[in-house]
């Protein structure tokens, strides 16, 4: 029998699988030079939003092991 893999514990941390098996992340320019971005753009920064379709075969793959 061969060993397990492990889940990559990083991406653990950033993501969430839905009920409906979809992923949750949140969105990246939240951390700092704030000043200059309007207050309606950091409202928005900080909703989590869905995984396009693009990347949700890489990181269900990297979550799942």
Do not use: C, E, P, W
Not at 39 to 61: N, Y
């Amino acid at each position: 029998m061969g060993n397990k893999m492990k889940s990559h514990r990083g991406a653990m941390k950033r993501f969430k699988v839905t009920g409906a098996g979809k992923i949750k992340r949140h969105k990246a320019y939240k951390s700092h030079i704030l000043t200059k971005k309007s207050a309606k753009r950091k409202r928005g920064l900080r909703q989590a939003t869905t995984l396009t379709s693009a990347d949700l075969k890489r990181i269900k793959a990297v979550l799942s092991k």
